[in-house]
């Protein structure tokens, strides 16, 4: 008997670290490790209780056309390997992907995400209790004139060891790190009426070139995501640029996009929406981080005076009839 429960005790400990071992999509990361990440900084997504297109979307598996299976709140993860100053770190993909953009130029199918970067408290990287979220990164009009993705420090979001909350915009599914900063971005974006979205499993898409979990509609042309899952959202100089600022604030990803956005966007223009200056072309919003829960204090009185006066400037330059700017964290109409 005493031999039996020593060959069966063996087995049970040989089968847990092969589980522990198994590496699906081939990046270095056990899948174990990976889904237990995954689920632990999966963010919270707020979205509009009026959104067109509901929620985010479940693809239907095993096919190489993305089509959305029904609109419940599914995220996608990615858990990717990388070297931060000569670290070890991980980055965090999530991923809502909707069934259609319902804006001004509104389009079938919507990718978009935000990210996670992880550096390690303790020696053992297998073990998911010592990754720490360093950074966010929440996505909003990637790769166009209107890109207001924004860069933060995990701690200001009080989102170091989960997910962090994100406001996403209605109709046109951008990702913002608060409320207010929605109301501050580019191409018409409010965030009203909202709601925490299901938490759902999260399900790992795996890398290119080794999808996991049926994903294969991945590659498919008829969306950017294959740009998305293949780069780095926490670039060097977009850390430097972060760190460089005061502990509150939040930084644009791509400051050199906005000029250009204050040039072309009123309050009713083309491309849809209006750009409201801040304090720099490095910051997105002086913010002060509220000690009793995940979301972010508001911006300073001065602050939205000076967000006013260069929201009507660039109206009346432009000849545009604007609404009004919303207060902090107050929803907007959208146009």
Not at 43 to 48: C, E, G, H, R
Not at 235 to 248: E, K, M, S
Not at 272 to 298: E, K, Q
Request: net charge negative; glycine share 8%.
């Amino acid at each position: 008997m005493r031999s039996l429960l020593l060959a069966c005790a063996s087995l049970a400990i040989f089968l847990s670290s092969h589980a522990q071992a198994i590496d699906s999509d081939h990046d270095g990361l056990s899948d174990t490790l990976e889904t237990a990440l995954l689920q632990q900084f999966a963010p919270t997504l707020m979205v509009s209780t009026g959104d067109c297109s509901v929620l985010p979307a479940r693809f239907i598996p095993g096919i190489a056309i993305p089509i959305p299976e029904v609109d419940n709140g599914t995220l996608y993860g990615q858990a990717t390997p990388r070297r931060v100053h000569g670290q070890n770190a991980i980055e965090l993909h999530f991923y809502h992907l909707w069934r259609r953009d319902c804006g001004r130029l509104g389009h079938a199918l919507d990718t978009e995400h935000v990210a996670a970067l992880l550096l390690p408290e303790g020696k053992q990287h297998d073990d998911p209790t010592t990754w720490k979220a360093k950074f966010w990164y929440a996505a909003a009009h990637e790769d166009t004139v209107c890109d207001a993705s924004q860069v933060i420090r995990a701690s200001t979001l009080h989102a170091e060891h989960d997910g962090a909350l994100i406001w996403v915009s209605d109709g046109k599914h951008a990702s913002f790190l608060n409320a207010e900063l929605c109301n501050r971005g580019c191409g018409g974006d409010v965030c009203r009426n909202s709601y925490a979205a299901p938490r759902l499993p999260v399900v790992n898409l795996g890398e290119p070139g080794a999808v996991t979990n049926g994903a294969i509609w991945m590659t498919s042309t008829q969306w950017p995501l294959m740009d998305k899952v293949s780069r780095t959202d926490f670039t060097d100089t977009r850390l430097q640029r972060l760190l460089r600022l005061p502990a509150t604030d939040v930084a644009w990803a791509n400051p050199e996009k906005r000029p250009a956005q204050g040039a072309i966007l009123g309050g009713n223009a083309a491309i849809d929406g209006a750009l409201t200056g801040a304090r720099s072309t490095d910051t997105a919003i002086a913010i002060a981080g509220n000690h009793t829960g995940s979301a972010l204090g508001t911006a300073t009185h001065a602050t939205g005076h000076a967000l006013s006066r260069s929201f009507h400037a660039v109206g009346k330059a432009l000849g545009a009839s604007s609404p009004e700017p919303a207060a902090a964290n107050e929803p907007t109409k959208k146009q």
